[in-house]
């Protein structure tokens, strides 16, 4: 079973109810990785569409095109790995920002504590957050699961050793949700609509 079929289908879990009536600064809840950045990640009002294999990562993409009307749409993309890996999509991608709303991108880590997604200049070149289309798809894998942002910064360090990527940064705070409307760390920030496509590969 993987790791998300463990989160969705059984074994021990932490209830709903104990997860929403926990301050914001209390000790984080003794639950796996994986389950700690869902409770978060929709926290912040992501979207969140977990696939089992690369046939089901692109029937959720078909699907988040169709819902959204983006079917004539071009995707803003820096990343050409990204493109190559959805060349049989039949997505048109641009290099340009003007052209397009919608921003088709991978990350270096998901942060479980805050359900925040890690990227830097490998993903968004020199941009700052609120330069990029406020709608974003975000294609990873379950082994991009991290506990912290310290955890992450280590491993990317040692993955890219003398040639350390900069510009890294954090997406969080979607979009404004129940859960996270008086988050006064909210405020000013860019709000955009996340897609995250979630392939498992452990």
């Known amino acids: 079973m993987g790791i998300f079929g463990k989160l969705f289908g059984g074994g021990k879990r932490v209830s709903k109810e104990t997860v929403e009536t926990r301050g914001e600064h209390m000790p984080d809840l003794k639950i796996p990785v994986d389950e700690k950045f869902t409770i978060y990640f929709k926290k912040n009002g992501g979207k969140f569409i977990y696939c089992e294999d690369f046939s089901e990562v692109s029937e959720a993409l078909q699907n988040i095109i169709s819902e959204n009307n983006w079917q004539n749409q071009v995707f803003y993309s820096l ?4 493109e190559s890996r959805f060349a049989s999509e039949n997505i048109s991608f641009t290099q340009n920002r003007q052209d397009s709303d919608i921003f088709f991108t991978t990350c ?4 479980a504590h805050n359900g925040s997604i890690l990227v830097c200049s490998n993903q968004i070149k020199e941009k700052k957050l609120d330069e990029l289309p406020s709608n974003l ?8 699961l991290v506990d912290s942002i310290s955890e992450a910064l280590k491993v990317i360090k040692e993955k890219y050793q003398k040639n350390i990527p900069n510009n890294i ?10 859960e996270n409307k008086n988050d006064f760390l909210s405020y000013g920030s860019a709000s955009k609509n996340v897609y995250l496509l979630l392939l498992e590969d452990y």
């Open 137 to 144: 798809i975000v294609f990873a894998t379950t082994s991009q």
């Open 108 to 111: 270096e880590h998901l942060i």
């Open 79 to 82: 990343d050409f790995r990204l």
């Open 169 to 178: 940064t954090t997406l969080k705070h979607f979009q404004p949700s129940p």
